[in-house]
């Protein structure tokens, strides 16, 4: 049962425009949520974060918006590079606690310039 | 900073065969943690140690052992090699509880065949 859902595998955007990369999660007791951004053959790398006492938090190009009654959040960026093309998944956990991470499937977003 | 390091980067191994993938962390970070990230599957908790000699299953526990002897190496061992264990490893550290952001190490491709 999938906790954390990134229902795009994929998104192609133009080069200067606005990606939403969304994110959905079932567990209401998730009171904290990351991005990670993750380049082919490297490790996923840290982006933004937004605890669930804030509905958004920016970062530069980059804000995140968190929906906790639709149990949703989503990253814009703005305006996108071609350098942002890469997998980024989305990931919950409980702020206070010591348990892991729960990571979505990921989404590819592909900018074209 | 070296931060996350792993060895090796690819491996391909025979079914039954056994090996090591190494997980080394320069940051003094408590908490450790074994990924495997399969294709369009996201990334799925094998095995994480919230402190040296201390350490817990995941997702996906079965077919693998880990140790904690020291705060810096957190290794992953395969036992009986098996194609279903075919899959991109990442190790990552953190400096607590999923509240704060993991840095992680650019992945060992194993391929069992």
């Known amino acids: 049962d999938q906790q954390v859902k990134q229902n795009s595998p994929s998104l192609s955007v133009q080069e200067g425009r606005i990606s939403i990369l969304n994110c959905d999660y079932t567990n209401s007791m998730f009171d904290y949520f990351l991005w990670y951004k993750k380049y082919p053959a490297e490790g996923p790398t840290f982006l933004i974060s937004?605890?669930?006492?804030?509905d958004k938090n920016e970062d530069g190009r980059f804000t995140v918006f968190l929906n906790k009654s639709a149990k949703h959040l989503s990253l814009h960026i703005v305006p996108s590079q071609p350098g942002d093309s890469a997998v980024y998944f989305c990931a919950a956990n409980y702020h206070s606690g010591n348990t892991p991470l729960v990571f979505g499937k990921g989404t590819r977003l592909s900018v074209i310039a | 900073n070296a931060g996350v390091t792993q060895t090796p980067k690819f491996r391909i191994l025979k079914i039954g065969q056994s090996m090591t993938l190494q997980c080394t962390q320069d940051m003094n970070h408590n908490y450790m943690y074994w990924y495997r990230q399969d294709p369009g599957m996201g990334l799925k908790l094998i095995y994480y140690s919230v402190g040296a000699g201390i350490t817990d299953k995941g997702e996906v526990p079965n077919g693998y052992n880990v140790s904690r002897s020291t705060t810096e190496d957190f290794p992953l061992r395969l036992e009986l090699a098996a194609p279903s264990q075919t899959s991109v490893y990442f190790c990552a550290s953190g400096r607590t509880g999923g509240n704060s952001p993991l840095h992680f190490g650019n992945g060992t491709r194993l391929t069992v065949t």
């Open positions: 937004i605890s669930s006492i804030k």
